[in-house]
């Protein structure tokens, strides 16, 4: 088993910054890659934001590219996202998530993320 334990998140301005971080624990060296998904609403798909495998590989949804940057410390378990020049259109609840190497993936309990003036 894997817990996944989310912080950060909030209320903050068009173009305004905001950092998450996730914090993994339990059988992590299961782990093989961590990322962030989000989801707009219950009736919409979770979609990724972004992931890093161990080895430091990192993957942007096309909409964040350029404005989102995903980091990885793996002897502390964690792994944080910088968002920056937050639109309207990023608010969503966001999600961390780990992939093992044998069975269903792991998600974290989620946190809101609203762009608004």
């Known amino acids: 088993q894997v817990q996944l334990v989310e912080s950060g998140g909030g209320l903050v301005q068009p173009g305004g910054s905001l950092s998450l971080s996730c914090v993994a624990s339990?059988?992590?060296?299961?782990?093989?890659?961590m990322g962030w998904y989000r989801q707009a609403a219950p009736e919409k798909q979770r979609e990724l934001v972004a992931?890093?495998?161990?080895?430091?590989?990192?993957n942007y949804g096309d909409s964040v590219k350029g404005r989102f940057t995903i980091a990885r410390d793996t002897a502390k378990n964690t792994v944080s996202l910088q968002m920056n020049s937050l639109k309207p259109e990023d608010t969503a609840v966001y999600y961390c998530?780990?992939?093992?190497?044998?069975?269903?993936?792991?998600w974290g309990q989620g946190t809101q993320v609203t762009v608004s003036s």
């Open positions: 998530n780990a992939h093992v190497w044998s069975g269903a993936p792991y």
């Open positions: 339990g059988k992590t060296f299961n782990i093989v890659d």
């Open positions: 992931s890093i495998t161990h080895g430091g590989t990192t």
